[in-house]
């Protein structure tokens, strides 16, 4: 077994943006103070009976791929951008195609990530008198694959 | 926050001309607090710090809160209450909120005991502020 532990310094789950196919662990910014991170790769299906079977049969249909979390917004990051990247308000209002990477376990040699482009949605910035820090949700609604690789 | 604290009430009960703030803090003397000697003068204790996460992230730059409480001390003659004591408490309960600290959370409240012929008042104000 081999599992996936994020707790250390070298080893946190980040996600990567970019406005460019993403060369390096260094293209575009990584969004950071991620709260949480979801991927979802949810494979459609086609189900129907026939009387000749006791069981459903199935086909599959296309995926429908995302990125979902949540954030502390970064003044930088989210309205002013970085290394030549508009911020994620500017991204999410013109529905610019990014691409991005999710890593794993940190951007070191070796390191997991997955990766794809997609739109920016769902951001709904949020403050309240008891946790006076914005926050926010994000979903990368992906536009095609969802490719798996290795630093 | 002890200073903002203290410039708030001196503040707070300039017309009580029946009471006085020090400027120390409530030291033991003979194994008695200050306050207790010299009754109808507040004095205002050390701050304590708490923090604790207020976000947690996936990156190590969690955003904390920070947990200020200062106690401020006064005692009075339980068989001679002065007069301007319900004012007196009112004025310093109000106090949470002029300290000068940035805060999102202010809280104040006190609680009084009885030591032979003293009644004690220990006000005890809290302020969360955020760090990021």
Known sequence: MAYINVSAPTSQATLQISTASIASTSSGYIVPALQDITINNAVGTFQ?????????????TPANNSIAGNFVLDSTTFFTGSNGVAGLFDLSNDATLVYFR????????????????????????????????WVSPITLSVDGDITASTV | ????????????????????????????????????????????????????????????????????TTRAYVAVDAKNPPSQLNQLITNILTCKSQTGVVSFDEESDYTVEQDEDRLIYTFEFRLTVATT
């Open chain 1, 48 to 60: 129907w009976t026939q009387l000749d079977e006791f069981s459903n049969k199935t086909v599959p």
């Open chain 1, 102 to 133: 999710v890593y794993f376990n940190g951007r070191l040699t070796g390191a997991k990530y997955v990766s794809g482009q997609g739109y920016i949605t769902n951001l709904a910035p949020t403050v309240n008198p008891t946790a006076p820090v």
């Open chain 2, 1 to 68: 926050m002890r200073t903002g604290l203290i410039a708030a009430i001196q503040t707070a009960t300039s017309t009580l001309t029946q009471f006085t703030v020090s400027q120390e803090l409530p030291w033991l003397q003979n194994a008695q607090p200050l306050y207790m000697k010299n009754m109808k003068k507040i004095y205002v204790g050390a701050t304590e710090q708490e923090q604790s996460i207020l976000f947690m992230t996936l990156d190590d730059v969690d955003v904390d809160q920070n947990l200020y």
